[in-house]
């Protein structure tokens, strides 16, 4: 490997027992955790690189994901609904909860949350806000759950592991599958599951294999090419 001698000794160490082969997911899994050399909780990750053409617009993938085993990220949620639905949204464990108030704080630019849970009559309001919103990723979306008249439901579904998923224009997604210190097979049952609903996705126009590869890692760790047909 070019300028190894540059490197640090942990990834020098990490060199030595890595496996430049494909491997099966679970044999991936224990690797990484094998090779954890860091005393921070790393995330898992999983990258998959489809089968896509850029000038094709409906040759994308954008959906959502029940990860069983959630991927252990405390994302804080934000709810804008009408004063009746408050306590529901509350009860399921929002984070930020407003109406109009929380309107004009994200007019404003004050933005302190990770996702954005809208109930439908508030969505004219909310839709003044793409520029704000949008740009960011945040604007909810009723085809994400994000936009529901049970706020309190979607609150619950995002807190329980509900994740977006979408690819870019070459075709690459990457996802959060979990941390490093989950069990494996919860790993595991994460990555299959984002597997089968990537492959039940596949657009129509697409001619041949959806999936070209894919490939586990960790934050600090070196990624490993996994075998499709181990999932």
Do not use: W
């Not at 040759?59 to 959630?70: E, F, I, K, S, Y």
């Not at 600090?220 to 090419?225: F, I, T, Y």
């Amino acid at each position: 490997m070019k300028n190894l001698k540059y490197k640090s000794k942990r990834y020098k160490d990490l060199i030595k027992s890595h496996k430049n082969e494909t491997l099966n997911a679970i044999d991936a899994i224990k690797l990484l955790k094998k090779n954890k050399t860091v005393k921070f909780k790393e995330s898992i990750d999983v990258h998959f690189n489809l089968n896509v053409e850029k000038a094709k617009a409906d040759q994308t993938l954008r959906t959502t994901v029940d990860l069983p085993n959630g991927n252990g990220k405390k994302n804080k949620i934000a709810v804008i609904c009408s004063n009746d639905k408050v306590n529901d949204a509350k009860k399921a464990g929002a984070d930020i909860v407003g109406s109009d108030d929380l309107v004009e704080k994200i007019s404003a630019g004050k933005i302190d949350f990770d996702i954005l849970v809208c109930s439908p009559d508030m969505m004219s309001k909310v839709g003044k806000l793409g520029k704000i919103l949008g740009p960011k990723g945040l604007m909810p979306n009723p085809k994400f759950g994000t936009v529901s008249p049970n706020v309190g439901k979607a609150v619950k579904d995002l807190k329980e592991g509900k994740v977006e998923i979408r690819c870019d224009v070459d075709g690459n997604l990457s996802l959060s599958i979990g941390r490093i210190d989950f069990d494996e097979k919860k790993i595991l049952e994460n990555l299959k599951t984002v597997y089968e609903i990537v492959d039940k996705e596949k657009p129509t126009g697409i001619k041949g294999n959806f999936i070209n590869s894919i490939y586990l890692t960790s934050t600090m760790g070196l990624s490993n090419k996994i075998s499709i047909k181990s999932l």
